[in-house]
T-cell receptor, first 115, second 111 residues
Framework: DGGITQSPKYLFRKEGQNVTLSCEQN?????MYWYRQDPGQGLRLIYY???????QKGDIAEGYSVSREKKESFPLTVTSAQKNPTAFYLC??????????????FGPGTRLTVT | AQSVTQLDSHVSVSEGTPVLLRCNYS??????LFWYVQHPNKGLQLLLK??????LVKGINGFEAEFKKSETSFHLTKPSAHMSDAAEYFC?????????FGKGTKLSVKP
């Protein structure tokens, strides 16, 4: 059953702690993306990776970090430097090419709450 | 510059009546256009996509959209709403190196 998995579905952390969100895909897609979704603001791009061992900052990368050591995996770390980390985080993948070239497939999301 | 505008933040229909969710785009190039649906606390699911092959695009769950270049529109329609269609819908425009999400339209379906 192909798709994108994100874990956990809900995550709670105390302020000042780093937290890592998992994203795995078995679609054999080259490109992967992290978005943040806040009510009324649509989706905003955090980071993306078009190929293993390479990634690029999106529109709101400050306070986040990523790695892409394997094609299937693109974990996102929310650091203590992120001023307002509470949000719904969505991971997506795309078969290849530049962002916007093809449709993206989304995971089920992780809701992060930081208190 | 590319932009995607969803003209309504909220649309309410009765079950069994038609659905119309409006989307306008602007792009210097011929764009790819997508509609996604998101149910509460879920990821986005692709409903349909336009990539210049045909202007009328049929998607899943009875939805379709028509690309009208003269009106720069890509409105999403469904002849008869079902309760399970209640969700948020996103119009998305893509071109090489750029992907723009609309702000979303929340669809409510009354029994």
């Amino acid at each position: 059953d192909g798709g994108i998995t994100q874990s956990p579905k809900y995550l709670f952390r105390k302020e000042g702690q780093n937290v890592t969100l998992s994203c795995e895909q078995n679609l054999n897609h080259d490109a992967m993306y992290w978005y943040r979704q806040d009510p009324g603001q649509g989706l905003r791009l955090i980071y993306y990776s078009q190929i293993v061992n390479d990634f690029q900052k999106g529109d709101i990368a400050e306070g986040y970090s990523v790695s892409r050591e394997k094609k299937e995996s693109f974990p996102l770390t929310v650091t203590s430097a992120q001023k307002n980390p509470t949000a719904f985080y969505l991971c997506a993948s795309q078969r290849s090419g530049l962002i916007g070239s093809y449709e993206q497939y989304f995971g089920p999301g992780t809701r992060l709450t930081v208190t | 510059a590319q932009s995607v505008t969803q003209l309504d933040s909220h649309v309410s229909v009765s079950e069994g009546t038609p659905v119309l969710l409006r989307c306008n785009y602007s792009s210097s190039y011929s764009p790819s256009l997508f509609w996604y649906v998101q149910h509460p606390n879920k990821g986005l699911q692709l409903l349909l996509k336009y990539t210049s092959a045909a202007t009328l695009v049929k998607g899943i769950n009875g939805f379709e959209a028509e690309f009208k270049k003269s009106e720069t529109s890509f409105h999403l329609t469904k002849p008869s709403a079902h309760m399970s269609d209640a969700a948020e819908y996103f119009c998305v425009g893509g071109s090489q190196g750029n992907l723009i999400f609309g702000k979303g339209t929340k669809l409510s379906v009354k029994p």
